[in-house]
T-cell receptor
C-alpha cells in the first residue's frame, strides 16, 4: 500500500481564518513533506520532517506552521493567509533513507478569499 | 539557468504512438532520477525511479538516464488517451538532503 491521504480535499478560507490541513500515511515512512503547487508549475518544497523533527524549512512565511504529532501524521496550520497562497498543497512521505522515493498524496486545493 | 529544464508542451500525439519525454539538467551531482505523472487537480504519482545511468523498463514505460549528457528520457509505448497528463521529471542529490528538484512538467495529450 503506497497511499498518502490528505484532508480536506478542498478548502476555502478568509484571510482572518485559522485552518489546518492534515496528512496521514501508514507505510512506516519516517520522512514527511509539505509542498505547494501553483497551476502549471512544479511542486515547491515547503517543509521536511525527518523522524518527527523539522529538518528543512524552505524560508516559508510564519503564517504556515507545520506540525508532526507522530510518525504517521503531518499537519499544516494556516493563519492569516493571503490570496496568493491559494494553491494545491501536497503532502509526501518517504522511507527515510537517502535512496528513498517520495510518494505524494492527492493534495488539498486551497482558495484564500 | 534552471537546474532542470523540461519542455512544457503541450505534446499532442495520436493513440498508439510512441511518446518521448525529456529533461536536461545542469548539476552533475544528481544521482537519483524519477518520473511522476500528474493528472489535472491530482497529486503526482510515481512512475519510474532510476539510480545513476542506465535504462529501466516497466510495462509500456522505459526510463533512460545518460549522466554523461545530463539528459533523461521517459518513453511511453502504445500510448493511450488515459496517458494524457502532465509528466514531471525529478532528481535528487546523493546526499542526506531529501529535497527533490523538479522539472516544470510536460503536458501530454493522447488523441483517440
Amino acid at each position: 500500500d503506497t497511499e498518502v491521504t490528505q484532508t480536506p480535499k478542498h478548502l476555502v478560507m478568509g484571510m482572518t481564518n485559522k485552518k489546518s490541513l492534515k496528512c496521514e500515511q501508514h507505510m512506516g515512512h519516517r520522512a514527511m513533506y509539505w509542498y505547494k503547487q501553483k497551476a502549471k508549475k512544479p511542486p515547491e518544497l515547503m517543509f521536511v520532517y525527518s523522524y518527527e523533527k523539522l529538518s528543512i524549512n524552505e524560508s516559508v512565511p510564519s503564517r504556515f506552521s507545520p506540525e508532526c504529532p507522530n510518525s504517521s501524521l503531518l499537519n499544516l496550520h494556516l493563519h492569516a493567509l493571503q490570496p496568493e497562497d491559494s494553491a494545491l498543497y501536497l503532502c509526501a512521505s518517504s522511507l527515510g533513507g537517502i535512496q528513498e522515493t517520495q510518494y505524494f498524496g492527492p493534495g488539498t486545493r486551497l482558495l484564500v478569499l | 539557468q534552471k537546474e532542470v529544464e523540461q519542455d512544457p508542451g503541450p505534446l499532442s500525439v495520436p493513440e498508439g504512438a510512441i511518446v518521448s519525454l525529456n529533461c536536461t539538467y545542469s548539476n552533475s551531482a544528481f544521482q537519483y532520477f524519477m518520473w511522476y505523472r500528474q493528472y489535472s487537480r491530482k497529486g503526482p504519482e510515481l512512475l519510474m525511479y532510476t539510480y545513476s545511468s542506465g535504462n529501466k523498463e516497466d510495462g509500456r514505460f522505459t526510463a533512460q538516464v545518460d549522466k554523461s549528457s545530463k539528459y533523461i528520457s521517459l518513453f511511453i509505448r502504445d500510448s493511450q488517451p488515459s496517458d494524457s497528463a502532465t509528466y514531471l521529471c525529478a532528481m535528487k542529490l546523493d546526499t542526506g538532503r531529501r529535497a527533490l528538484t523538479f522539472g516544470s512538467g510536460t503536458r501530454l495529450q493522447v488523441q483517440p
